[in-house]
Nanobody, 122 residues
Framework: VQLQASGGGLVQAGDSLRLSCAAS????????VGWFRQAPGKERTFVAA????????YYADSVKGRLAVSRDNPKNTVYLQMNSLNPEDTAVYYC????????????????WGQGTLVTVSS
């Protein structure tokens, strides 16, 4: 499966943004998908994950209540809705997919997409 993240941009603190992760492949609905981010000079960290059906979601403590992950399997797309953005959310955001939900959460997905840059100004 091939993944392409999009939707990043320059926003102000307090704004909202929705990222998209578009996937190719007929079996996308069988994959768990995760979002990760890498801030300048820092390691890549887990943000959120969603199971194949969309019923199961998991978030990093730092984003709970502000970010929401969802998916539209007929459209082969997973979304990350980001609200109340702050400068600490500035990073390149990546999506990743794997059959194994645990592997996605652990950052050990088999498939990764190119990132999309989110910049939040104060």
């Amino acid at each position: 499966v091939q993944l392409q993240a999009s939707g990043g941009g320059l926003v102000q603190a307090g704004d909202s943004l929705r990222l998209s992760c578009a996937a190719s492949g007929r079996t996308f609905s069988s994959y768990a998908v995760g979002w990760f981010r890498q801030a300048p000079g820092k390691e890549r960290t887990f943000v959120a994950a969603i199971g194949w059906s969309g019923e199961s979601t998991y978030y990093a403590d730092s984003v709970k209540g502000r970010l929401a992950v969802s998916r539209d399997n007929p459209k082969n797309t997973v979304y990350l809705q980001m609200n109340s953005l702050n400068p600490e959310d500035t990073a390149v955001y990546y999506c990743a997919a794997d059959f194994r939900y645990g592997a996605v959460v652990a950052g050990k997905s088999g498939y990764w997409g190119q990132g999309t840059l989110v910049t939040v100004s104060s």
